[in-house]
Nanobody, 122 residues
Framework: QVQLVASGGGLVQPGGSLRLSCAAS????????MGWYRQAPGKERELVAA???????NYADSVEGRFTISRDSAKNTVYLQMDSLKPEDTAVYFC????????????????WGQGTMVTVSS
């Protein structure tokens, strides 16, 4: 089982920045894809950004150019740097790990962190 601990949420003003962290209990190179999702009130959970073991990244159109996903393998941690924040970025952000390398090979397991609240307001 993979444990994910998300942190870094908080209250920021429009135009401000915030960096979210997701610490995994295993090497992130044993996780096929790590990503950040968010869910705003009344909306479905949506993918914000994702990064694979090979370093490929993917962003939602609404955040591309403002958000950056990155990783620190030594810390088993993935980050989401959020710049130029807008009120519409307000949501609970969830860390996700999908596809785990086990002693029996890759398995399609899916794990979620606890979520961290991001509020963008003046």
């Amino acid at each position: 089982q993979v444990q994910l601990v998300a942190s870094g949420g908080g209250l920021v003003q429009p135009g401000g920045s915030l960096r979210l962290s997701c610490a995994a209990s295993i090497s992130i190179f044993n996780i096929n894809t790590m990503g950040w999702y968010r869910q705003a009130p009344g909306k479905e959970r949506e993918l914000v950004a994702a990064i694979t073991t090979g370093g490929s990244v993917n962003y939602a159109d609404s955040v591309e150019g403002r958000f950056t996903i990155s990783r620190d393998s030594a810390k088993n941690t993935v980050y989401l740097q959020m710049d130029s924040l807008k009120p519409e970025d307000t949501a609970v952000y969830f860390c996700n790990a999908r596809g785990i390398l086990t002693t029996s090979g890759w398995r399609p397991h899916n794990y979620w962190g606890q979520g961290t609240m991001v509020t963008v307001s003046s």
